[in-house]
């Protein structure tokens, strides 16, 4: 069984998950997008155990702080092989927008569909585009870590660098297409809703869904 911690970090207020086993008190960190000292202390406040961090995708608000909690901890990094070049690219990441130069060298990639361990928990990874091609999800039980592909009425921009709108509305068909509407989405900012609740009011989502395109 999995639980989870949110801590909104960053200047642009992003929800940071700790993904943790209750029976061996592993977790993931899933986009620490800055504050990775508040984040640290968390960690150690819970007793808990790292062992990887995990970014839904390359933007610098929610890859800010992971350099430095790998460091501090020891543990790897992974981002979608799709979003690798962003990581090293100030433009791309959009760091430079924020008026500092962000490069993270280090880090592993990971691919479609693919999946890792929590304790014995599994997560299964998705890749969603559209934000940025290699935007993904993380799935378990009835809850998917969707990063910047839904928000509670809203969707994810895509009039930023490898943005994408056609792809957007083809990974948000995909995912009302896919899931149960008791689907849980803990989204990369503001508060966690459910697929039932979006489809029925988020407007910009129900408009890529009558799309005929």
């Given amino acids: ?40 202390r968390t960690v150690k406040s819970l007793n808990i155990i790292p062992s990887r961090i995990l970014l839904t995708h390359g933007h610098v608000d929610h890859m800010a702080g992971a350099d430095i909690l790998a460091e501090m901890f020891r543990i790897p990094i992974f981002v979608h092989e799709l979003d690798s070049e962003m990581l090293s690219d100030p433009d791309l990441n959009l760091s430079m927008l924020l008026g500092e130069k962000k490069v993270i ?38 809850v998917m870590i969707c990063g910047d592909l839904i928000f509670r009425d809203g969707v994810g921009r895509t009039d930023l660098p490898l943005g994408n709108e056609e792809k957007l509305k083809s ?13 849980k989405i803990f989204p990369g900012h503001g508060e966690v809703t459910t697929l039932k ?17």
């Fill in 1 to 40: 069984m999995l639980r989870y911690e949110c801590i909104s970090v960053g200047p642009l207020s992003t929800n940071c998950y700790l993904l943790i086993d209750v029976e061996t008190s592993e977790c993931s960190v899933v986009d620490p997008g800055g504050d990775a000292e508040d984040i640290s």
């Fill in 105 to 142: 060298k280090n880090f592993e990639v990971f691919k479609d569909n693919s999946s890792f361990n929590i304790g014995i928990n599994s997560i299964n990874i998705y890749n969603t585009p559209g934000h940025t091609p290699g935007s993904s999800c993380f799935h378990f039980e009835d």
């Fill in 171 to 183: 990974s948000i068909k995909w995912l009302c297409e896919s899931f149960q509407n008791n689907l």
């Fill in 197 to 213: 609740s979006e489809i029925s009011s988020n407007y910009f989502l129900r408009r890529f869904l009558l799309s005929k395109e």
